[in-house]
């Protein structure tokens, strides 16, 4: 069974492999192993024919499959495939008249579905609205295809769950959003999501109300008066979303900078909005999420920003306010001595000028180094003075560099004290030889093993060796090689088939 099963796994990788010849994967098709099938079905670039071919297998799993991802076109739909209108609805590839047939079924889960679809005409979502199922009604309501001239009528309809809907569609009109916002809408609602399929309504409908609000909160084109009013009723959600808005007042920002949701205070001092003063402040937040945020803002003063990152761990990304730093800035913080973090900021902007890349690349810190390691402006020849110079802790960042060198690779990968990152990261670099490769395949971490698998210079001979071992997730990587021969690729699914 085990032999079994690590064939079956180096089918799978086949069916993965980029460089597949027709020829296997028609034999592939005619293994009938679903998994395999399924494999077959979602890769990349799919041709017609070969999708063709797998409709022809006539297992309707996988045909709805490929309906759904658009790649049957309706003509060639076969007449009896279970779902065949829904899936091609959900594929994009049914004509208008299917859409007008689906959307009239007698089951309600398909109207919903139809109602949902993004590619749903406009004519078949103005007759969805008027459905007698309140969730097809509430799908319709926030479909984007909604015709404008329905939203009024759907935000003062009676029921609570279609005027939040209404709210939540990305089309709605300013001036409606804001009246659902003031007060749920008018007039009052005499039904909402617990009662609309009872015979007497609730006697409150409170909650639906707020939820009409809250949704309406939410959407980006509402009017910024009147949020300040709801903010004590709101969830976290809907104040985090508020927060984000650029044009509220200073009174409301700064009511949300004392917010006990951290995730709040955090999307406040994150608004470029946000005055200066009020940035400072959150700077001494107690939470490090806080502080780390206001070093994001984009409005930042530069001062601020150098005072929080010497004591703040920042992601090693590129800073909205190092990005659009000026020249003069950006050389006054690489050149600055007061913590190796403002020059770390700098060697992670998305572009930086050559002089700069290579003054920092002998900073001596090696937080710098390990950012400015893997900059493709770096000329490659520093590349063996910085792994000299730091070790095995900036041997990642060197083997991320384009341009790093087959024999540094090879160097790095032999050493002693190299780290699993690097080693991922040299099994992934262009330019590391068979040999180097093959120190990768001895790491002790899968993932470097795996990496190693599929490079294309590894020799036929070890590729063979990977395919027969016992690892079966090594076995499948090296069957996903595009070095791999076509022959090879044959003798391997006779034996899968066979043995």
């Not at 492999?17 to 494999?39: C, H, K, M, Q, Y």
């Amino acid at each position: 069974m085990g032999k079994r099963d690590r064939l079956r796994d180096v089918l799978l990788g086949l069916a993965e492999n980029p460089a597949l010849p027709a020829g296997i994967f028609s034999r592939l098709v005619a293994s009938g192993d679903e998994d395999v099938l399924f494999t077959l079905a979602d890769r990349d670039r799919l041709t017609p024919s070969q999708a063709r071919e797998l409709v022809a297998v006539g297992n309707p799993s996988l045909t709805g499959f490929l309906i759904r991802c658009g790649l049957v076109t309706w003509p060639e739909i076969p007449q009896e495939q279970p779902w065949r209108l829904l899936d091609a609805v959900r594929g994009g590839v049914a004509p208008a008249d299917v859409w007008r047939e689906i959307a009239a079924d007698p089951d309600s889960e398909t109207r919903r579905e139809v109602a949902y679809a993004d590619g749903a005409p406009a004519d078949v979502i103005a007759f969805l609205v008027s459905d007698s199922d309140v969730w097809v009604v509430a799908n319709a309501a926030e479909n984007p295809n909604l015709p404008p001239g329905l939203f009024p009528g759907l935000a003062r309809h009676p029921n609570t769950v279609i005027r939040q809907a209404v709210a939540e569609n990305e089309n709605t009109p300013p001036a409606l959003l804001a009246a659902l916002l003031a007060d749920g809408g008018g007039p009052a609602p005499t039904r909402c999501g617990a009662c609309w399929n009872r015979e007497t309504a609730c006697a409150d409908h409170s909650p639906g109300i707020l939820c009409i609000r809250l949704a309406a909160a939410r959407h980006p084109a509402v009017p910024p008066e009147g949020l300040a009013a709801l903010l004590a009723a709101a969830d976290d959600r809907t104040t985090e979303a508020v927060a984000a808005r650029t044009d509220l007042s200073v009174d409301v920002l700064e009511r949300l900078a004392h917010h006990p949701s951290c995730d709040v205070r955090a999307a406040i001092a994150a608004n470029s909005a946000v005055p200066e003063a009020l940035l400072r402040s959150l700077a001494a937040d107690r939470a490090p999420e806080v502080r780390r945020a206001v070093a994001e803002n984009a409005a930042v003063p530069l001062d601020l920003l150098t005072r929080i990152v010497a004591n703040e761990r920042m992601p090693g990304e590129p800073v909205p306010r190092v990005e659009s730093a000026t020249e003069l800035e950006l050389r006054t913080l690489a050149a600055s001595r007061g913590g190796a973090q403002a020059r770390a900021l700098v060697a992670d902007r998305t572009r930086l000028p050559r002089d700069l890349t290579e003054q920092l690349a002998t900073d001596p810190d090696i937080a710098v180094a390990q950012r400015i390691a893997a900059r493709s402006e770096l000329d490659p020849e520093r590349l063996a003075g910085l792994s000299e110079r730091h070790g095995p802790p900036v041997f990642a960042a060197v083997a991320r560099h384009p341009g790093c060198p087959a024999d540094l690779l090879q160097r790095m990968a032999a050493h002693p004290a190299v780290t699993k990152r690097a080693m991922r990261e040299i099994a992934n670099h262009p330019a590391a030889r068979a040999d180097t490769l093959q120190l990768c395949l001895a790491s002790q971490d899968p993932r470097t093993r795996h990496r190693a698998a599929v490079r294309t210079t590894l020799p036929l001979p070890v590729l063979e060796s990977l395919i027969d071992s016992p690892d079966r997730a090594l076995a499948q990587a090296a069957a996903t090689n595009p070095a791999l021969p076509e022959q090879v690729m044959e003798r391997l699914i006779t034996r899968a088939l066979t043995e």
